[in-house]
């Protein structure tokens, strides 16, 4: 960190000026001066850089560690790319294509952004969330002994004080003060303004509470060197009185109005108590005095980061500033998606004496020496060593058997898959990690967790087990052990996979991240799932239970569309097997999916019900299987008619399969793994997909009767891949409680429904026979 010398402060003024000017300028040459073909705002943010410029000039250029990690709130990423444009990183072309095809993205993105993004960012609260979990996982790889201590950093998030209304900042917050976080600092842009309006004045005091409550050190810039002077002097705690009551929305409004207003205003509310600071000042320079807030006094900002570098407690940063600073519309309440006018432009580029075509020179309106020194200290700033992602070793995946019984459910298979690995040991097993939100029980990780314990950093007895009171759960915690449990709040778990799926590229050890949770409650987390799958975070998420078949447990915990879902999530490989040697198949894909480079995060949609097992004559189905689908019960060449069934239906499926096959000759059993991939591969195939090729044997326009315990479109697109008849089976509208004999006749999914689907199907295609 560089010492608060008034040269340095004067280098980051400047800075602070360049940055402000290229975010600007970048935003209006994409709104005002590149053409556009569809007539669509592009828009960019120009207050919310304005904000934010101080904080990131003296945080890039003075304070960042050699392994700091940077969430830059999605509203400043102008700001990013002009600052790795200052450094070299970012290109001309790219910031002229800003928010165009190819460009410089609009907001920070690890996958199609050129420069270093540590974690990408839009939607609001999941960038902050996330360093939380970062760091958590740093300590992990530490305790672990794959990190030395040396290489620590910190987890920074640079935020909007909007983004302190999303709820899973405090869901967050609480996680980490129970896993004791630390090395994470959260710098807020506080200008009290959001998209629509300024923010509320209850808030004030209240967010330093929440966070002081959870152990963080908070930390609040309120005002620059020059206002603190003043409110010290003559008239001065008449004025900082009324700076601590003045409403958001007026403090904003007297902002956009200037020096008159200000002096108008506290005339009026302060009458003689300020008259020696009013005197003091002409109405320019009580307008630069009054808007003097900490958040822009570089000074001040060095003295924050300094205290809170002292040691590696948490630390919340809050930084008064103004949305707009500099431009003409600071303060004003409709700044958000403002953008300057031509006219405007021009005169912010007259003040900064740069001259007309020389907008995108870095060191326009410098003169010869000063922009040589500046170019120097650029160069030797922090800035200049920003971490890349590190280079990882690949994980080593063991074979992995399938577990024996002659009956049993994916959920148990998938426990006992996982306990094997414990007990057997090796790399893949060291390198696993496992998190769930309050239901490790319930979906199959406990007997992982008797065998590989619990990450704490401190040393965690078994309570019950030295009382002697009998418990199948034997849980003991401790720096060595290998899974997170977490409070049962879904965002944090699916952050928690992000977080631990990009130990590889931020830390240099690859994690193989295992997350499990009810399959209905996916959709409580969804945002941050798509998060994660967004910046190419590797995870496995195990859903268990799902649909009807958790029976007794009643419709709130039948889950319908996750299958769908997964259809439409980018980045993500849904499975749902049936049987123990399928999910074992699958796993060992999985564990090597997650780690090749064209590979992306898999989610396995698992059941409690007990299934008679498969007994297989060779190991020909495996292909299939991996692909999406295979033939369970193949068909005859040229049949009329096949049962495509998926997961737990697959007893139904069988047994409408054997009732069916003599009636229906050459009858085919379809055992969909993953419409997901079958999906996949129809719509980017010309003709060749796995599943134009398995249905190819059936006969042109044959019928085909679709099973699913999940929503019936996830499987009924099938008859569009050669035009076949379709009457697809499920689940499309809420369930309830009973057992599955019950459900499945009220639901429309037992054996009799799937046969007189049959007859449904065939019955138009025999009468015109």
């Known amino acids: 960190m560089l010492p608060a010398t008034p040269e340095t402060i004067a280098h980051l003024e400047t800075l602070d000026a360049r940055l402000r000017w290229l975010a600007s300028w970048t935003i209006h040459n994409a709104n005002h001066l590149r053409d556009s073909r569809d007539g669509l705002k592009v828009g960019g943010h120009q207050a919310s850089c304005a904000s934010m410029s101080s904080i990131m000039a003296s945080l890039y250029f003075a304070a960042l560690g050699p392994n700091d990690r940077v969430a830059v709130k999605p509203h400043a990423g102008p700001l990013l790319h002009a600052i790795h444009y200052l450094l070299g990183n970012q290109s001309l072309e790219k910031l002229k294509a800003f928010r165009a095809f190819g460009g410089a993205q609009s907001y920070p993105s690890r996958t199609k952004d050129v420069i270093p993004v540590d974690f990408s960012t839009g939607s609001v609260g999941l960038g902050v969330a996330v360093t939380a979990f970062a760091s958590l996982f740093q300590d992990y790889l530490v305790a672990h002994g794959r990190l030395a201590p040396a290489d620590i950093g910190r987890m920074i998030a640079l935020m909007g004080d909007a983004e302190l209304d999303e709820g899973n900042i405090y869901e967050a917050l609480i996680e980490g003060y129970k896993h004791d976080i630390r090395n994470v600092w959260w710098i807020v842009d506080y200008n009290r303004q959001s998209l629509d309006h300024t923010t509320a004045d209850r808030m004030f005091r209240r967010f330093d509470d929440m966070f002081e409550t959870c152990g963080w050190r908070v930390i609040t810039l309120k005002h620059g060197k020059r206002l603190a002077a003043a409110v010290a002097g003559p008239g001065g705690a008449a004025l900082d009185r009324w700076f601590d009551d003045c409403p958001n929305a007026d403090y904003a409004a007297l902002t956009y109005q200037g020096g008159a207003a200000w002096r108008a205003r506290l005339t009026a509310d302060l009458g003689d108590a300020v008259a020696p600071i009013l005197a003091a000042h002409d109405d320019e320079a009580l307008a630069l005095l009054m808007t003097d807030l900490g958040g822009h006094c570089m000074a001040s900002l060095l003295e924050a980061y300094a205290q809170a570098a002292s040691d590696d407690r948490p630390c919340l940063i809050i930084a008064y500033t103004v949305k707009g600073r500099g431009l003409p519309f600071a303060g004003h309440k409709d700044n958000h998606a403002g953008l300057m006018t031509p006219t405007q432009i021009e005169g912010l580029r007259g003040q900064l004496g740069i001259a007309a075509g020389e907008e995108w020179a870095p060191w326009a309106g410098l003169g010869d020496n000063q922009a040589a020194t500046l170019q120097a200290f650029v160069a030797s700033s922090p800035a200049a060593s920003l971490p890349r992602d590190r280079a990882f070793d690949a994980v080593p995946v063991p074979a992995i058997p399938a577990p024996g019984g002659e009956e049993q459910s994916t959920q148990s298979a998938f426990g006992r898959i996982l306990f094997d690995l414990a007990k057997a040991g090796g790399p893949l097993a060291s390198r696993i990690v496992t998190t769930s939100p309050d239901v490790t029980v319930s979906t199959g990780l406990g007997p992982w967790v008797n065998a590989r314990g619990l990450f704490r950093r401190q040393q965690m007895p078994d309570v019950f087990r030295a009382a002697k009171i009998p418990s199948p759960q034997k849980w003991q915690g401790g720096s060595a052990g290998q899974h997170v449990e977490l409070g049962i709040a879904e965002h944090n778990l699916f952050l928690v996979l992000a977080a631990a799926g990009l130990a590889a590229p931020l830390f ?204 019936p479109a996830s499987l009924s697109w099938l008859g569009g891949v050669l035009g076949q008849r379709v009457v697809p089976l499920g689940v499309d509208s809420f369930g309830q409680t009973g057992d599955l004999v019950d459900l499945f006749g009220r639901y429309g999914l037992d054996v009799d429904a799937v046969v007189a689907a049959m007859a449904r199907a065939l019955l138009p295609a025999r009468k015109a026979g």
Request: charged share 15%; proline share 8%.
């Open 508 to 711: 240099g050890t690859r994690l193989i991240p295992i997350g499990t949770v009810y399959d209905p409650f996916i959709a409580r987390g969804l945002d941050a799932l798509n998060y994660g799958c967004y910046q190419d975070a590797r995870f496995i998420l195990v859903a268990t239970p799902s649909g009807l078949t958790l029976g007794p447990e009643g419709g709130a915990h039948q889950s319908i569309n996750p299958p769908l879902i997964a259809m439409g999530q980018p980045g993500l490989t849904h499975y749902e097997p049936a049987f123990a040697d399928e999910l074992a198949l699958l796993l060992h894909h999985a564990f090597g999916h997650v780690q090749a480079p064209d590979g992306e995060s898999v989610y396995f949609r698992l059941s409690t019900r007990s299934l008679v097992q498969e007994r297989r004559a060779n190991a020909g189905w495996q292909a299939g299987a991996i692909a999406g689908g295979y033939w369970l019960r193949p068909p005859a060449p040229g049949a009329e008619a096949a049962i495509v069934a998926m997961g737990a239906m697959m007893p139904e499926a069988l047994a409408a399969w054997e009732s069916l096959v003599d009636e229906v000759p050459g009858l085919g059993l379809l055992a969909v793994t993953s419409p997901d991939l079958l999906h996949r591969g129809w719509r980017a195939g010309a003709g060749g997909s796995h599943v134009e090729a398995l249905l190819a044997p059936l006969r042109p326009g044959a019928r085909l009767v679709t099973l699913c315990d999940a929503a």
